[in-house]
């Protein structure tokens, strides 16, 4: 397993944690048979994203999971040395900064490496990301939230019309609905006629709170106010290498867990045979109830 992060140095240094909360998710978790078993390393990261919340923390959990299942182009075959995610690595740069912002956030970046549309592959470059992720949540202090910086330098027409509607709106539920850890900002940089196109896309599926999130930024001063230059790569006038060498970096990390990765993402499924009557009485995106063997996404 990769190494996660210090059990006891998170609830001395997260007061506002009481470990008897985790103690009732842990309970509640043993009554949902369709659920898999969580470290409680993973019920602490769910509950800091929902800030502390323990009824939207059980919802959140259950529609993260039920994600994983049903979102099968994007966690099928999740090995980081298949063709289709060694691929998209030579196209996309895809990885964290060492650093955080003045607030804390971490900060995850996506850039092309290769600007040939031909072989852009949007489903395979969100492979990265979800084959690594939790990787990088579970070795980190926990963290008050995200800030997604992509750079959009090399965009074009060709790489837009190669993008999925079905997929960017189930990426765009996951990141408002699912993801264990809060999304507070989403970060344009380089931005182009194509890439307008992707944000207007973008807009018509994202929830208020998820636009006022959305930021683009004309010039590196404007991403300096908001990503500190001091932990950006050399492209964005920071002292850090360049984004291609920390995505080879954060790659080879990923590679070295292989074998992990992939039985971590074949027992992180819902099963829905299991799932409690109770909770199949309406139909939603994939939260915590709905009739899923009939999941919908629209």
Known sequence: MWP???LEKQYATNPQIKREEIQKLKEWLRTQPHMPELLEHEILLFYRACNFQL????QVIDKYF????????????????SPQILQAQQVMACFPLKGTTAEGYRVAVS??????P?????????KITFSTQDMWLQGQDLMPGVLIMLDLSGFSLGHFVRIGLPQIKKILNYLQEAVPSQVIGLHFVNPSAAAEKLMNLLNQFMKNNMKTALVVHPNLESLHKHIPRDILPQEYGGPEATCAEL???YYKQ???YRLDIIEY??????????????????VNNFGAQGNFKKIEFD
Do not use: G, M, Q
């Open 66 to 81: 039920t994600f994983r299942t049903h979102a099968e182009e994007f966690f099928e075959d999740l090995d980081v040395e």
């Open 247 to 249: 995505a080879e970096i």
């Open 265 to 282: 993402n074949n027992s992180r499924r819902v099963k829905e045979e299991l799932r409690p009557a109770s909770d199949r009485n309406t």
């Open 118 to 126: 031909a072989k852009y592959d949007f489903v395979a470059s969100f």
């Open 4 to 6: 996660l992060f210090d």
């Open 55 to 58: 009824e939207y923390t059980k």
């Open 111 to 116: 850039k092309l490496l290769d600007p040939d």
């Open 254 to 256: 990923a590679r070295k």
